[in-house]
């Protein structure tokens, strides 16, 4: 069975940060893409950044969100930091092989940034 379990997610102040881990079971994760992608309320889920199994990096948020990620203990973190209102959303997981085309999702954290 594949889970991939979320977490790090709370309230924040504008400018404030927070660290996003996800860890992945019941996959071969070292051969996974790893992402995390966000939805806000009313908008379609968007990509926020994606590691591939060799540690190529895409990220529509350089600057300010760094993907990382963990094959010897099956994790992938999301480092954001100069949060601002806008990015508030539910963030979600990702795992995916593009050669076979399958994915896995998790449930989601929130991320409320707010005064």
């Known amino acids: 069975q594949v889970q991939l379990v979320e977490s790090g997610g709370g309230l924040v102040q504008p400018g404030g940060s927070l660290r996003l881990s996800c860890a992945a079971s019941g996959i071969d994760f070292s051969i996974y893409a790893m992402g995390w992608y966000r939805q806000a309320p009313g908008k379609t889920r968007e990509l926020v950044a994606q590691?591939?199994?060799?540690?190529w990096v895409e990220s529509s948020l350089k600057g300010r969100f760094t993907i990382s990620r963990d094959d010897t203990k099956n994790t992938v973190v999301l480092q954001m930091r100069a949060l601002k209102p806008e990015d508030t959303a539910v963030y979600y997981c990702?795992?995916?092989?593009?050669?076979?085309?399958?994915?896995?999702w998790g449930q989601g954290t929130q991320v409320t940034v707010s005064s």
């Open positions: 590691i591939s199994s060799t540690n």
């Open positions: 990702n795992a995916v092989r593009w050669d076979i085309n399958m994915q896995y």
